[in-house]
């Protein structure tokens, strides 16, 4: 049965980044700083506050006491080394606070990124940390919090791209997300790139409303003024959608375009009665698997000639787009076509999204949703070598 609750608990935000974290995943270096810097916002908050609060103790007590400036405390996180500046006051220091966080800085941390991940309410960040710190964190605190991977999120969808693919792969991948009217499915638009040595990279996403030619062509618009020109690239792969079919000559008008056979071959099989559906599948796999495009299209018509009197928009639906299905056969290594011929690249990396995300059933919201997208797309990257450096904004 399909999970549909989304997170409410820590105990279920803390096995969502156990199941992140399965086979080394990470948010890597660019985030390190920033969550460094959230762990060093938290704790001083909560130094502030305990100044305060003494202040007003002794106030009330009627005793004398004043701020008397601070000092420098080192702590060695999981995070790496913070520096923290600790007030005090001519009788009080809130060092009781370090020594809490000392003694569990891997809960924090954990709590630091559960919350960078999924958007957790500022209550519930608060309340996780309240065992933890002795007291409340502030609003303002866990809003800092969020707002350190928004950057670096943010930073990846702005980065400059360059002219190193071999090919573009186009396709859009469902994902369930939640909204005021209850989980809705929106599409996910991602463009992958096949570097000259075989390499893949996930070079960017969009969380769209529909798989729209206008929504695929602010996408392409988009990769297009950052610097992916279209210069070197040998063609692109497509999933096959009309939007995304009528988005890609408005922008890249000058290259040939493969269709993806894994979709029209479900497509096909579609149009055929189940009884029948190995006979036409080994058939449409030797139009795929052909040793050149001459003899592809030979099998092509040995396809039309079984199935036509049976299954006509099935023949009509391979015959449309054959020219685009046997793109890929300029390449005379069989390996190279093997590579370029279907989307299936992506879907394998959504398939990965998924099994990370299961605890969550859906995405809490669009923000959440984006942060989780760029974590495991950052890794599968960081995996097959192809991770881009970028610059991450500080935040003050």
């Known amino acids: 049965m399909p999970l549909n609750a989304t997170i409410r608990s820590l105990p279920v935000a803390f096995e969502m980044m156990k199941v992140m974290q399965d086979d080394g995943l990470e ?56 520096e923290l500046s600790v007030p005090r006051t001519r009788t009080y220091s809130p060092v009781a606070v370090v020594r809490a966080y000392a003694r569990r800085t891997a809960q924090v941390d954990r709590m630091i990124l559960a919350c960078f991940v999924l958007g957790l309410s500022t209550r519930k960040v ?35 791209l360059r002219n190193r693919y071999r090919v573009l792969m ?40 529909s798989e729209s030619a206008a929504e695929w062509q602010l996408f392409l618009d988009d990769l297009y003024r950052r610097g ?13 959608g009309q939007g995304l079919l009528a988005a890609v000559p408005n922008v890249y008008q000058r290259l040939p375009v493969q269709r ?6 479900r497509n096909v099989l579609d149009k055929i009665k189940a009884k029948d559906h190995d006979e036409a599948l080994d058939a449409l796999r030797e139009v795929m698997n052909a040793s050149n495009e001459h003899a592809a299209r030979s099998a092509a018509r040995r396809f039309a000639n079984r199935f036509e009197d049976d299954y006509p ?50 995405f809490q919201d669009k923000t959440s949703m984006d942060r989780v997208l760029y974590a495991v797309f950052a890794h599968e990257n960081k995996s097959q070598g192809t991770g881009t450096p970028f610059l991450v904004t500080h935040i003050n």
């Open 27 to 82: 948010w890597g270096e660019d985030c390190r700083p920033l969550a460094r810097q959230a762990v060093v916002s938290i704790i001083e908050d909560s130094f502030a506050a305990s100044i305060d609060a003494h202040l007003m103790r002794v106030a009330e007590r009627g005793e004398a006491d004043r701020r008397n400036g601070s000092y420098t405390r080192r702590i060695l996180t999981e995070l790496g080394d913070i």
């Open 228 to 240: 992916l020109t279209g210069d070197g690239l040998d063609m692109v792969c497509v999933d096959g």
């Open 260 to 265: 993806c056979w894994a979709h029209k071959i």
């Open 313 to 362: 928009s099935a023949v009509a639906c391979l015959r449309g787009d054959l020219d685009e299905l046997l793109t890929c056969f300029r390449y005379k290594d069989p390996k190279m076509r093997k590579r370029v011929r279907t989307t299936n690249a992506i879907e394998r990396r959504f398939r990965e999204v998924r099994r990370r995300t299961r605890p969550m059933g859906t």
């Open 126 to 160: 608060g309340e996780a940390l309240l065992p933890i710190l002795g007291r409340p964190v502030s609003a303002s605190a866990v809003s800092q919090v969020a707002k350190s991977l928004d950057t670096v999120v943010a930073a990846f969808h702005r980065r400059p």
């Open 170 to 209: 186009l396709d859009g991948v469902v994902l369930s997300r939640k909204t005021g009217a209850g989980a809705v499915k929106r599409p996910v638009l991602v463009a992958l790139g096949l570097l000259p040595d075989g390499r893949k990279e996930i070079i960017d996403f969009r969380l769209a409303k």
